[in-house]
């Protein structure tokens, strides 16, 4: 039986007992149209290795095989679906391979040969932690399409002076190319959330364009918007002897507040913390 020939999705999570659960921040997508979709938005997948996180039942998962991706990794949490998976491992001819662990605790680069490409309808439960970690780990990653709750995607490509611009703005747009793909409706899900979900791109720059260490930018970023109300010479005094003094000397304002500031001013406040 190859890929194609696999029964629908809805007597898969029938004879598999795969109720959606609610700790495992589980929606189904079944309809195989969206999920191609999605899997053509990340093309190009015959080279290289591409990592799905929480394919329960298998939907996306078979959508990546059908549209030809050579070498798949499905990171799996709840061993409920290891059955129904295991089915669509047979088909695959080889090209899937399934692992039960929890995805925060796993480095891309010991998945498998580069370019690694990260595909996910991620569990809105973890979706901002997992990101963040990729974000560290760019160096290992070429690129990924990730489903997100449409407010993420928003707070990704947010401009300053918006409210949507915060630290995951700045982390995320200094270290890739963010691109809003399309959003998909609660209906589509099987169990529909309570919001919209929206596709995203995100390459990461190359190596030279983007901190070789995040950890002071995300320093500067958890400080400034964690008092979003607070002037930055405030905000930053846990960081800094003299906060006046640094903010003056890269020509920012010391009463400026965390969302009138650009990604490119957070990097260069980074820089100094460095030093």
Sequence with gaps: MDVAAL???????????????????????????????????????????????????????????????????AIEVDPRALGALAELQTASGGRLHVIEADALTVDPASLGPAPRRIVANLPYNISTPLLVRWLQQADTIADMVLMFQKEVVDRLVAVPRTKDYGRLSVLAQHVCEIRRLFDIPAAAFVPPPKVTSSVARLT????????????????????????????????????????????????????????????????????????
């Design 204 to 275: 990461p720059r190359p190596a030279g364009q983007r901190l070789t260490d995040l950890a002071p930018l995300e320093k500067v970023t958890a400080a400034a918007f964690g008092q979003r109300r607070k002037m930055l010479r405030g905000a930053l005094g846990s960081l800094f002897a003299d906060p006046v003094a640094v903010l003056e000397g890269l020509g920012l304002s010391p009463t400026a507040r965390a969302e009138e500031l650009t990604v490119a001013d957070f990097v260069r406040l980074a820089k100094v913390l460095t030093k």
């Design 7 to 73: 029964p629908p999705l809805r007597e898969t999570i029938a004879r598999h007992g795969l109720d959606a659960r609610k700790r495992f921040g589980q929606h189904f997508l079944l309809d195989l149209n969206l999920t191609r979709r999605i899997a053509r938005a990340a093309q190009p997948l015959d080279e290289g290795t591409v990592i799905e996180i929480g394919p329960g039942p298998g939907g996306l998962t078979r959508a990546l095989l059908l549209e030809g991706a050579a070498r798949v990794v």
